[in-house]
């Protein structure tokens, strides 16, 4: 079993910038693949970023070049650090570890195993 919890979120200004992150348990972290999807109100979750045991990293357009995904194994920590908020990154950001052989790709929620609980992220403009 692998615990994983986020932390970070808060309410920010447009134009502004917050650092969400990502704490999970298990011995292997170094060999899991991690993953940020979010949710807004009436809306479905979404892909933002994931970063492979390779530290390889994916984006989703929405945040690409504004969002950058990074990890620290020796911390069993995966970081989400966001630049230039705006009002529709409002959302329940979800931080999720992916343990087993990939089956398909890391945009697909159906490819991580464990999920933290969320942390709340509030853009005003």
């Known amino acids: 079993q692998v615990h994983v919890e986020e932390s970070g979120g808060g309410l920010v200004q447009a134009g502004g910038s917050l650092r969400l992150s990502c704490a999970a348990s298990?011995?292997?972290?170094?060999?899991?693949?991690m993953g940020w999807f979010r949710q807004a109100p009436g809306e479905e979750r979404e892909f933002v970023a994931a970063?492979?045991?390779?530290?390889?990293?994916y984006y989703a357009d929405s945040v690409k070049g504004r969002f950058t995904i990074s990890r620290d194994n020796a911390k069993n920590t995966v970081y989400l650090q966001m630049n230039s908020l705006k009002p529709e990154d409002t959302a329940v950001y979800y931080c999720?570890?992916?343990?087993?052989?990939?089956?398909?790709?890391?945009?697909?929620?159906?490819?991580?195993?464990?999920w933290g609980q969320g942390t709340q992220v509030t853009v005003s403009s």
């Open positions: 999720a570890a992916g343990v087993g052989l990939l089956g398909s790709n890391y945009y697909n929620s159906h490819e991580y195993d464990y």
């Open positions: 298990g011995r292997t972290f170094s060999r899991f693949r």
């Open positions: 970063i492979a045991w390779s530290a390889s990293t």
